[in-house]
Every structure is written in C-alpha cells, then in structure tokens.
C-alpha cells in the first residue's frame, strides 16, 4: 500500500479545524466531538477522535517538542493556528515516524497552514516541522 493513500486530506483537515477550535472552546474534547457529529463540513469518526483525543492527552509532551524547536518564539507567543498544524504533525509522526510518512505529513499540514494562516505562518511551521524532521533522522543515526 502507498503512504499517500494512508493520509486522507479531509480526515487531516478536521483534525486540525478541531485541535485549533479546542484553544477558544472550554469543552472536553470528546463533548466538542460529540457536538460536530451533525456538522456535515468536517468529519467525526474514529480516526479523528483518536487524533484529536491524543494530541490533547500528549499535549505537554508535543508543546515540549515545540519548545525546543521553536527557538525564536516561546510556545506561547505562537499563533493558536500553528500551534494547532504543529501539534497535530509531530502527533502524527510520533505516531509512525517511517521517513515517507513524516514528509507527507509535514507537506499536507504546511498545505492547511498554507490554506488558513498567513505566508508567515507557512513559513514558521515548515521551519519548525523540517527541524522536528531532521532531528528524527539525528535519531535514527
């Protein structure tokens, strides 16, 4: 089987729309889920739970990551929409950090920010996620 065929754009996407809605939203994540089960413009099944669930049980984890990478910005001087694409790419790589998968997923995530945010924040998260990547291959070495 190909990678590519293992990232669905729309399951990444509403992955990311709900990781970003959760930073305005005082709900547990599996309440602002259950909230969006009638919400036909993003999609609620168990690929999408599991991811937003995760990045929310490992987020001091993944916003340590962040922080050691971001080396000009403190993690909370970070846009929330970066920090939602960052979030949920390092999730997704800690997750199966195979080398074709990790590119994939940093090139469909920097394709949101792309799509969402501004040509900064496009160029920041690229940054940060190559460093993240670089630093899995200083791993593997």
């Given at each position: 089987?190909e990678?590519?065929?293992?990232?669905?754009r729309d399951?990444?996407?509403?992955?990311?729309i709900?990781?970003f809605?959760?930073e305005f939203?005082?709900?547990?994540v599996t309440e602002?889920?259950?909230?969006?089960?009638?919400?036909?413009a993003?999609t609620?099944?168990?690929?999408?739970?599991?991811t937003?669930e995760?990045?929310?049980?490992?987020?001091n984890?993944?916003?340590?990551?962040?922080?050691?990478?971001?080396?000009?910005?403190?993690?909370?001087?970070i846009?929330?929409?970066?920090?939602?694409?960052?979030?949920?790419?390092?999730?997704?790589i800690?997750?199966k950090?195979d080398?074709?998968?990790c590119a994939?997923i940093i090139k469909?995530?920097v394709?949101?920010?792309?799509k969402?945010?501004q040509?900064?924040?496009v160029?920041?998260?690229?940054g940060?996620l190559g460093a993240?990547?670089?630093?899995?291959?200083?791993?593997e070495?």
């Amino acid at each position: 089987m190909e990678v590519k065929k293992v990232v669905k754009r729309d399951i990444l996407e509403s992955e990311f729309i709900f990781i970003f809605e959760k930073e305005f939203r005082e709900e547990p994540v599996t309440e602002l889920l259950e909230l969006s089960l009638d919400n036909e413009a993003v999609t609620v099944n168990d690929e999408v739970r599991n991811t937003v669930e995760g990045v929310f049980a490992h987020l001091n984890e993944l916003d340590g990551v962040i922080s050691g990478l971001s080396k000009k910005r403190a993690i909370d001087r970070i846009p929330k929409i970066n920090l939602a694409a960052l979030r949920l790419a390092i999730y997704k790589i800690m997750g199966k950090p195979d080398k074709d998968y990790c590119a994939i997923i940093i090139k469909e995530v920097v394709d949101l920010v792309h799509k969402y945010a501004q040509d900064s924040d496009v160029s920041f998260v690229n940054g940060v996620l190559g460093a993240y990547s670089r630093s899995l291959k200083e791993t593997e070495k």
